[in-house]
């Protein structure tokens, strides 16, 4: 037996290596016990032939998880509805984290099963770490046993440039089936979230100067308005109201400033300052927001509100989760997280404003990310704008057939359940791309579907706004559509019927009508042009559902911010309510 430790460089990782303490048990004990071995998942054969394959040392030990579907997942259904519906006595009486983790916790039976399987493998179930309501169960093994346990060839690939391990099949006991959903890694390194970008546009020092200047006279000018329009509903029916469009505001539609999203969403012209209510953003590894940005935004944009003096740092915290890599940020790639944290912070000052930023693009970062809010010192926030995607069609062509594609992307958004059972309220872009790929997490059942909207060069900015156009020089769309996966997996949820059986009867294009019964996105919109953002330390113009998004989530955090200070708890998931009360809502 080897006494030394080895090491092993992987995709550039200084990793560990070293025997194999069990080996593996044989394959015809393992059925014995739970039954013929039968496949999970497993990526077409297009795709993994895409993906540059390393190759793992066997006796590597790595951390690798299994999740598990919960117990129950009527009774989590039930439990979100009743209280995101108004009607209903339970309305806003979100559970704790600890009691939603309780209602999705997976099946003790499973529980039991999955570690006496693994403990055949060489795994002790004293070294199986659970968490999440016994959803995700986490353990060091070699690749070796990982391999068996999994059915799996677990490699390192090459996705875009980035090196992720997985496995193009999982193979586990038929009998386990019905409680597991995935392994991580698993067979979803392939997906590549991205961020929902529209164009942007380089302003030159004397635009930008111009502009500094502007915003400045537009929050005089906001601020000199009557308060009563505070208190006015939004514009319904086209019929605009609030905020007279002289001066300075009527130059919105060439430059969208915090000062315009104020006068069009009827908002005060300073938020007031709150306790108990925290606003977020999820950004992937290599994209980082930059702090440098952030006061250079302060200083040149916002000197007149907030205060702009040298010591002044904006009420923003950056939380990275476990797995992060401190030297994996692109310096190239801060524009979009900049986008963020500069429409939030704004708006939503002086709340707490969180940027959670997660290891990579992958499934298990996203989908991991929000699931470990409250979790192992990570903080929960009220309410979370996630700006990444992953278009639904590609998720079909990934897999072997339809319904594992389905199956796998229901469960996966299920893995967020226990956060909105909670309170928080998830909002994801709906993508840039028109009707042609409609994305995850946004046709997830319980995150709101965020598109973009413009403002009409000849109205003010109260009138009302309109989808965006890919033909109207930006390059990028609100993103609406339904989904192709449909019925049974993405059928319209309850809350979205009525509207969409509306929808059908008066839009009859071929590529609705077999689609009317399907879920549908998006279920709001924001503006998505030309807000102004600092980022490498220059002044630009940015747009797409990347803007709307943490747009709208700004508007229900101060939403939040009033409920909690009137004792009535937070919004969460908003949707029964939204859908049930249209004329809150221009259309």
């Given at each position: 037996?080897?006494?030394a430790?080895?090491y092993?460089i992987v ?7 070293a025997?194999?303490?069990n080996a593996a ?7 014995l016990?739970?039954g ?5 998942h497993?990526?077409s ?5 895409s993906?540059e ?16 579907h919960a117990q129950?997942q009527s009774?989590?259904?039930?439990a ?5 519906d108004?009607?209903h ?17 997976s ?9 006496e399987?693994l ?19 986490s ?5 070796a ?13 090459n996705v875009d440039?980035?090196?992720r391990?997985?496995?193009s099949?999982?193979?586990?006991p ?7 959903f995935t ?6 390194f392939g997906f ?19 502009v500094k200047d502007?915003?400045?006279t537009?929050m005089?000018?906001?601020a000199?308005?009557?308060?009563s329009?505070?208190?006015?509903p939004?514009?319904?029916q086209g019929q605009?109201v609030g ?5 300075s505001l009527?130059?919105?539609?060439n430059?969208?400033?915090p000062a315009?999203?104020?006068a069009q969403y009827?908002?005060p ?23 440098s ?5 302060w200083?040149?944009l ?13 009420p923003y915290?950056l939380?990275p ?10 310096s ?7 986008l963020?944290?500069?429409?939030v912070?704004?708006l ?8 959670f930023e997660?290891?990579?693009a992958?499934?298990?970062?996203l ?6 809010m409250?979790?192992n ?7 979370l704008?996630?700006?990444?995607g ?7 062509n990934?897999?072997?057939s339809?319904d ?5 992307l ?9 956060i909105?059972?909670?309170?928080t309220?998830?909002l994801a ?10 994305e995850?997490p ?15 060069i ?9 989808a ?9 769309s609100?993103?609406g ?11 319209a949820p309850s809350w979205?019927q ?6 059908s ?7 609705y ?8 996105t ?5 503006m ?33 911010s009033?409920?909690v ?17 249209p ?5």
């Amino acid at each position: 037996m080897i006494a030394a430790v080895a090491y092993l460089i992987v995709a550039g990782l200084s990793v560990t290596v070293a025997p194999i303490a069990n080996a593996a048990p044989v394959k015809a004990e393992v059925e014995l016990r739970f039954g013929e071995f039968a496949q999970l998942h497993k990526i077409s054969d297009r795709h993994i032939a895409s993906f540059e394959k390393q190759a793992i040392h066997p006796a590597e030990i790595s951390t690798y998880a299994i999740k598990l579907h919960a117990q129950n997942q009527s009774a989590i259904d039930e439990a979100i509805l009743q209280r995101s519906d108004p009607a209903h006595e339970l309305y806003g009486q979100w559970l704790s984290l600890e009691d939603a983790h309780a209602l999705t916790q997976s099946d003790p039976n499973g529980v039991k099963e999955v570690l006496e399987y693994l403990n055949m493998h060489g795994v002790a179930s004293e070294a199986v770490t659970r968490s999440y309501g016994d959803r995700h169960m986490s353990f060091k093994a070699t690749k070796a046993q990982a391999d068996a346990i999994f059915g799996a060839d677990f490699a390192v690939y090459n996705v875009d440039g980035h090196a992720r391990r997985g496995t193009s099949a999982i193979k586990i006991p038929k009998s386990l089936h019905k409680y597991v959903f995935t392994s991580v890694p698993g067979v979803g390194f392939g997906f590549s979230h991205t961020r929902k970008q529209g164009s942007k546009r380089k302003l030159d020092n004397e635009e930008a100067a111009h502009v500094k200047d502007l915003h400045k006279t537009m929050m005089e000018d906001l601020a000199a308005q009557p308060p009563s329009h505070n208190n006015d509903p939004i514009a319904i029916q086209g019929q605009p109201v609030g905020v007279s469009m002289t001066g300075s505001l009527s130059q919105c539609w060439n430059y969208f400033l915090p000062a315009c999203v104020r006068a069009q969403y009827h908002l005060p012209a300073v938020t007031s300052p709150t306790t108990g209510t925290s606003i977020g953003t999820l950004n992937l590894q290599p994209n980082c927001a930059a702090n440098s940005d952030l006061l250079s935004a302060w200083e040149q944009l916002f000197p007149n509100v907030y205060n702009s003096n040298a010591s002044y740092i904006p009420p923003y915290v950056l939380v990275p989760i476990d797995g992060v890599d401190p030297t994996g940020c692109s310096s190239s790639d801060t524009g979009e997280p900049d986008l963020d944290l500069q429409t939030v912070v704004p708006l939503t000052y002086p709340m707490k404003v969180i940027d959670f930023e997660a290891p990579d693009a992958s499934d298990e970062s996203l989908y991991g990310a929000v699931s470990a809010m409250g979790s192992n010192g990570i903080p929960k926030v009220d309410v979370l704008s996630v700006s990444y995607g992953g278009d639904e069609s590609f998720y079909v062509n990934y897999f072997e057939s339809n319904d594992t594609a389905a199956q796998y992307l229901v469960a996966q958004c299920q893995t967020t359940d226990a956060i909105v059972a909670s309170g928080t309220t998830l909002l994801a872009s709906s993508g840039d791309s028109g009707a042609q790929n409609i994305e995850f997490p946004a046709l997830c059942p319980y995150w709101v579907a965020v598109g973009a909207t413009d403002l009409n060069i000849n109205a003010g900015v109260t009138a009302p706004s309109y989808a965006e156009q890919e033909n109207d020089g930006w390059g990028y769309s609100g993103s609406g559509g339904f989904s192709t996966l449909g019925p049974p997996f993405n059928a319209a949820p309850s809350w979205q019927q009525s509207a969409v059986a509306s929808y059908s009867t008066h839009y009859k294009d071929y590529l609705y009508k077999s689609l009317q019964n399907a879920a549908a996105t998006p279920d709001v919109s924001a503006m998505g042009r030309n807000y102004i953002i600092v980022t490498g330390g220059d002044v630009y113009q940015y747009g797409g559902t990347s803007l709307s998004s943490p747009m709208f989530a700004s508007l229900l955090a101060m939403i939040n911010s009033h409920r909690v200070q009137n004792g009535v708890g937070l919004l969460g998931f908003p949707l029964p309510a939204f859908y049930a009360n249209p004329t809150l809502f221009r259309d």
